[in-house]
């Protein structure tokens, strides 16, 4: 079974910094593009960075230049540091990740996971 658990989110004053992490658990062949997305209240849920299994990442425009996404594909592992945050960050955070399993119904078939989200408040 293949599991994406987050952590790191917490409530921080505006301006402030949050580091988020996810790990990717379970028997796992092969991860490729791992991301978080973050949904607001009454909001659609939105990607904020993606980085593929080489280095190359992407940003929605309002993170550009705050937010860095980076990743340790020994650890399965998936980071997003997030600088200067403002108000309209806030949000549950989402980590994403297109896994092929060494196990299951679709065995080293590349699937698409979800983790429980993680909470992220900035207010004073």
């Known amino acids: 079974q293949v599991q994406l658990v987050e952590s790191g989110g917490d409530l921080v004053q505006p301006g402030g910094s949050l580091r988020l992490s996810c790990v990717a658990s379970?028997?796992?062949?092969?991860?490729?593009?791992m991301g978080w997305y973050r949904q607001a209240p009454e909001k659609q849920r939105e990607s904020v960075a993606t980085?593929?299994?080489?280095?190359?990442?992407n940003y929605t425009d309002s993170v550009k230049g705050r937010f860095t996404i980076s990743r340790d594909n020994a650890k399965k592992t998936v980071y997003l540091q997030m600088n200067s945050l403002k108000p309209e960050d806030t949000a549950v955070y989402y980590c994403?990740?297109?896994?092929?399993?060494?196990?299951?119904?679709?065995?080293?078939?590349?699937?698409?996971?979800w983790g429980q989200g993680t909470q992220v408040t900035v207010s004073s």
């Open positions: 994403n990740a297109i896994i092929a399993p060494l196990m299951g119904p679709n065995p080293y078939r590349y699937q698409n996971y």
């Open positions: 379970g028997s796992i062949y092969r991860i490729t593009l």
């Open positions: 980085i593929t299994s080489a280095g190359n990442t």
